[in-house]
Nanobody, 131 residues
Framework: VQLVESGGGEVQPGGSLRLSCAAS????????MNWVRQPPGKGFEWVSE????????RYASSVKGRFTVSRDNAKNTLYLQMNSLKPEDTAKYYC?????????????????????????WGVGTQVTVSS
């Protein structure tokens, strides 16, 4: 399994970024996919989930209305469109397929280690929101 996140960078408050996650080594089209993030010096925060077909999405309350998750199963790629970025969005962003250990994500969900929630994840891409 390989997951490669890209698209991060430094942006001013109010700006936008689009993250991508290229997946291989598993049947991407049947996997519920997640985005999570880790702010500097903190634990992990679940950000968003999308079902296998892309019809159902869920978001943490901290990003709802600003972020949009999508997927292209033909390209085995997951996306996260991030608009109206805030300094508190600064974090390393990871993509991961849901596992049997993944929690029942509500409006907010925090955890200390990716291995508590997922079997596989990428190396992450850094997003920095700063003026």
């Amino acid at each position: 399994v390989q997951l490669v996140e890209s698209g991060g960078g430094e942006v001013q408050p109010g700006g936008s970024l689009r993250l991508s996650c290229a997946a291989s080594g598993f049947t991407f089209s049947t996997a519920r996919m997640n985005w999570v993030r880790q702010p500097p010096g903190k634990g992990f925060e679940w950000v968003s989930e999308i079902n296998s077909g892309g019809e159902t999405t869920r978001y943490a309350s901290s990003v709802k209305g600003r972020f949009t998750v999508s997927r292209d199963n033909a390209k085995n790629t997951l996306y996260l469109q991030m608009n109206s970025l805030k300094p508190e969005d600064t974090a390393k962003y990871y993509c991961a397929p849901r596992s049997t250990r993944s929690g029942d994500y509500g409006d907010r969900y925090y955890f200390s280690s990716l291995s508590l929630e997922y079997d596989y994840w990428g190396v992450g891409t850094q997003v920095t929101v700063s003026s």
